[in-house]
């Protein structure tokens, strides 16, 4: 029961601070609504049990990567008001537009799947852990070290890429 | 209801206090260590030897007027300070003061979460809006660049910081608080002897991470007037104060319980030095944060600030290249041995 009071309170405040990054006329303010939507979520993960998932949640999204997004804004936007953004091709509208849709019919098909077609699908693949393995922290180990071992590394070497590629693109002369 | 909501708010409630108390004796503390290292006096007139200098500095500021420029964005400006306290006393919440039980059954410590080093982590690198947005909302010139100098720092030494704590937690094999005191007693050492290199790490790491000498380039008074809190006056600013304390207590802290055994008397497992035990464990785990911060006062006493080049070169080419051979080499030993 709390869980369910907890679940929609998050989620409502989650939607509302996600239309209050889009809606802010001050971009900083935008960057700060994303911080708290950020911080939502993780308040969500712990509902869900997921201490670490939303500690990380916090350390790289809320501390990280939205504290570059704020250097960039405040850098690029002094002192003068936002400009309203011109599009000279008008395709932003029909892509976002499309975007939105395909995203809908993705959340839709989640939907009918796991309620519709696969009432009874496997939930939670923590089943598959040993006995020993307890505690947030050494499953997720576990997980990504065994069972998820080919898409880790493949992330990693993805990142290990897009480091190079920023540090060629910012120092010319190397 | 009174273990799960009562005790811990109380609990809750003394550490706050307990913060806000220390934080203000911590100023006294500084002026003097630092007065007798330049063979002065420090402050001598509020009580004896300007003891009460403590309580007539938080009077003091709360009684001045408190001033919003006219060109600054309200909202932030006063959302600023608070951003940067809060994040800065929520961390306390894992700290484990003592090993004592108070009524046979309150711990000395708020919550014991089995991801408590990467919870503290975590939420202080919240803090760092609380930094640049002061800069920013400002609107000036002089906080924008030392908000901006800011955040540069924390995040490159956030980094070797976090790498550093990786090699620790392998070595002790949980990233809960008091799992990592519990570890140090069973391997009857304290880290500090398996990890040195860390701990010297940690320790330069964690002066860039709380803006102290000699890495106090955002508050640099004589290049930035101030530094990023120069718009701001009375009880702001001192929150603004407060917030460094607490994460000056917060990164002594972390020292104590990562690297001295927290809680633990020295050399754990020799029997011949149980008499120690007397002591109480909390005296134990202050004594040892006390160590570290007067060793923090020492440091700033003595120190020239350092270049911001000389800062960066330090995070990024020599920091953290040693921080990731430190996990490479603790990970093969924690394999081999």
Redesign the interface.
């Given at each position: 029961m709390a869980e369910t009071i907890a679940f929609y309170t998050l989620s409502i405040l989650i939607l509302g601070l996600a239309v209050l990054v889009v809606t802010a006329r001050?971009t900083?303010?935008s960057v700060?609504f994303l911080?708290m939507n950020f911080?939502c979520v993780a308040v969500i993960y712990v509902v869900l049990g997921a201490?670490?998932l939303a500690?990380?949640q916090?350390?790289v999204y809320?501390?990280?990567i939205v504290?570059?997004y704020?250097?960039v804004v405040?850098?690029v936007n002094?002192t003068r008001a936002p400009e309203v953004h011109q599009d000279p091709r008008r395709i932003s509208m029909p892509m976002a537009l499309a975007l939105a849709g395909a995203m809908l019919l993705e959340l839709a098909g989640i939907v009918v799947y796991s309620y519709v077609l696969e009432p009874s699908a496997p939930a939670s693949a923590a089943a598959v852990l040993p006995t020993e393995i307890q505690?947030?922290?050494e499953q997720i180990g576990w997980l990504l070290y065994t069972d998820y071992l080919i898409p880790f590394e493949v992330a990693s070497i993805l990142l290990l890429v897009a480091m190079v590629g920023a540090i060629v693109l910012a120092k010319r002369e190397l | 209801m009174i273990d799960t909501v009562i005790i811990p708010l109380l609990q809750i409630v003394v550490v706050i206090n307990a913060l806000a108390l220390s934080a203000s004796l911590m100023t006294l503390f500084e002026r003097k260590v630092i007065a007798w290292t330049q063979s002065r006096l420090g402050p001598m007139r509020v009580g004896p030897y300007g003891v009460l200098q403590a309580i007539a500095d938080p009077i003091k500021l709360l009684l001045k007027e408190d001033i919003t420029p006219r060109k600054a964005d309200k909202w932030m400006f006063t959302l600023a300070p608070i951003i940067a306290l809060v994040p800065a006393m929520v961390v306390f919440a894992v700290v484990p003061f003592g090993s004592e039980k108070l009524f046979g059954s309150v711990d000395l410590f708020i919550a014991d979460i089995n991801v408590g080093l990467l919870f503290i982590i975590s939420v202080t690198s919240i803090g760092v809006y609380g930094i640049i947005l002061a800069g920013w909302a400002s609107n000036s010139k002089y906080p924008l660049l030392a908000s901006l100098r800011a955040a540069a720092q924390l995040i490159s030494y956030e980094i070797a910081v976090t790498m550093t704590l990786v090699s620790v937690t392998l070595t002790a094999g949980t990233l809960s608080m008091v799992g990592i005191i519990e570890a140090q007693q069973d391997a009857g050492l304290w880290f500090v002897f398996v990890q040195p290199v860390a701990f010297v790490l940690v320790f330069i790491g964690g002066l860039a991470e709380i803006n102290r000498v000699p890495f106090d380039l955002p508050e640099a008074e004589q290049e930035l007037t101030g530094g990023f809190h120069t718009e701001y006056s009375g009880m702001r600013w001192a929150l603004f104060f407060l917030a460094e304390y607490a994460n000056t207590f917060m990164v002594a802290a972390i020292m104590t319980v990562l690297f001295l055994g927290g809680w633990l008397r020295p050399f754990p497992s020799v029997d011949a030095l149980a008499f120690l035990d007397l002591i109480p464990s909390w005296v134990w785990f202050m004594s040892k944060m006390f160590v570290f911060l007067y060793m923090f006062t020492w440091i700033r006493a003595t120190f020239p600030r350092y270049r911001y080049d000389q800062l960066m070169r330090l995070g990024w080419k020599v920091l953290i290249p040693i921080a990731i051979a430190n996990v490479v080499v603790t990970a093969v030993a924690k394999v081999l041995l």
């Open positions: 001050n900083v303010h700060l911080v911080l201490e670490f500690v990380i916090i350390l809320a501390g990280g504290v570059l704020l250097f405040m850098l002094l505690g947030n922290v | -």
